[in-house]
């Protein structure tokens, strides 16, 4: 890595981690950026050195693009990697870091602001030969909005073009419900994306969501490396992926991979980045949705069943160097699950736990387990961030030995002092709709939790009687 000799961590928590853990196998240094309430966190323990950017804030701290750019080129780095969330996704700020003069380890700038915006990105899915979820341009006036869905036929849904994540989407069943969802969508979008742009889409009502992993280098070459399956979600969250898909088949499989390839093409896409698509069982059709031009969380589940590593490409690629396999090379071998677990209260709605963690025994390190995490016993939560403690992802030679794998890890996984979602993976991982591949991206919502509360309730209500009443 003669372009690399130093490279600037601008992200926090577990991908903090993994990305200190790529620049040590590839023999360079790392530095660190740490807000004040994580000087003590497991990166900056592990990183060739720290640097503190500012108050526990993110507006404050891993927000300030000019802060970081400015501690990185002080520090000596060449390159600084974003990770996933904050300004991984700002064009500006890959612009900034070239103009600093250091390597931005992500894509081009014209290639986060070609996929960025959901719309423009339509368009040229839709020029690759892509199809997309029917649906409308621009929706400025509840008029047309209601046009646009009566063309496309309800349930439709709502989408900010400026972002995702759920953020400023509203599932709408009536022509009736539609200006107000509307109205609460664009104010919404423009909080969170500084733009109340918003267009419609089709419903389609058991959906699997199913991405793509790709990888360009500067030399032209891209190269796929298979799919994930991101179907089992809350309220349009991610909470297990698994690789490959359960649910399609293998001729639409290399025709989704085919499709990727083609789109980051038309972008010329160098890096990491993952095109997602929707799938439609019932009409076993496949569309287009949207491209996130950075390192995902999911990517263990990937790198599992490829045995690449993913984050070293990164810094590769950012180097100038070629990809270091063709397309022939990848070859996708077992399954691997990876399940999000959170410092969340699935029993309170998910509500979020920050706090000291008291006892942290993750299960036994053995092959086939893998946990990409940042937290260890007496680590303190903070509430100023993302709730996501780590990633337990398991790989076996086939998905029933995945699950099984992944139950008995979950089992062995021991976490005190603030409330996680290993009770909810559980429960999930347990149910036959999962173990069937018969989840959707509304299952978790519409049929799991539902069925959850009500036993909840039941047990509560059995425990909180009498003795004479339990006997009744």
Not at 37 to 46: E, G
Not at 217 to 229: A, P, Y
Not at 321 to 333: N, R, Y
């Amino acid at each position: 890595m003669a372009a690399i000799k130093r490279l600037f961590v601008a992200n926090r928590g577990e991908i903090a981690v993994r990305i200190v853990r790529a620049c040590d196998r590839l023999g360079v240094e790392s530095v660190v950026a740490v807000s004040e309430v994580d000087r003590n966190t497991l990166a900056a323990r592990m990183a060739t050195r720290a640097v503190c950017i500012g108050p526990p804030a993110a507006t404050e701290s891993y927000l300030r693009a000019e802060t970081l750019v400015a501690a990185a080129c002080g520090t000596g780095c060449q390159a600084i990697h974003p990770g996933y969330g904050f300004l991984a996704e700002r064009p500006a700020f890959s612009r900034m870091c070239e103009k600093a003069g250091l390597l931005f380890v992500g894509p081009r700038a014209e290639s986060i602001e070609a996929m960025g915006e959901k719309l423009a990105a339509v368009h040229l899915a839709e020029q690759a030969g892509i199809a997309r979820v029917p649906g409308s341009g621009p929706v400025g006036t509840a008029e047309k909005a209601c046009r646009a869905a009566e063309r496309v036929g309800f349930p439709v849904l709502i989408k900010a073009s400026a972002g995702g994540g759920g953020r400023g989407m509203r599932l709408v069943h009536t022509a009736r419900d539609l200006p107000q969802a509307l109205d609460s969508a664009a104010s919404e979008a423009r909080a969170a994306f500084g733009d109340a742009t918003l267009y419609i889409e089709k419903f389609i009502g058991r959906a699997r969501h199913v991405e793509v992993q790709v990888l360009g280098d500067s030399h032209g070459r891209i190269v796929h490396l298979g799919e994930r399956d991101c179907s089992t979600q809350r309220r349009y969250q991610k909470l297990i992926e698994e690789a490959p898909s359960p649910a399609i088949s293998e001729r639409v499989r290399q025709q989704m991979s085919a499709a990727a390839v083609r789109l980051a093409g038309e972008v010329a896409y160098r890096n990491a980045g993952t095109i997602e698509f929707i799938y439609d069982p019932e009409g076993d059709n496949f569309y287009f949705l949207e491209m996130n031009t950075r390192i995902q969380v999911e990517h263990p589940v990937t790198e599992m069943v490829t045995s690449r590593d993913l984050v070293v490409e990164q810094i590769r690629i950012a180097a100038g160097e070629p990809i270091s396999f063709s397309q022939e090379d990848v070859k996708l071998e077992g399954h691997a699950i990876e399940c999000r677990i959170n410092a969340e209260d699935p029993a309170r709605n998910f509500a979020p736990c920050p706090g000291r963690i008291e006892t942290w025994n993750p299960p036994s390190a053995s092959t086939g387990i893998r946990l990409d995490t940042h937290c260890y016993a007496g680590y303190l939560v903070p509430p100023y961030y993302d709730s996501l403690l780590g990633k337990l992802i398991v790989h076996a030679a086939d998905r029933s030995g995945a699950i099984r794998s992944m139950r008995h890890a979950l089992a062995d996984f021991e976490i005190s002092g603030v409330a996680t979602t290993i009770p909810f993976h559980r429960a999930v991982l347990g149910h036959g709709d999962f173990r069937d591949g018969a989840v959707h991206t509304r299952w978790v919502d519409q049929e799991f939790m539902p069925a959850m509360s009500a036993l909840q309730a039941a047990a509560k209500s059995a425990t909180e009687a009498s003795p004479t009443q339990a006997a009744k």
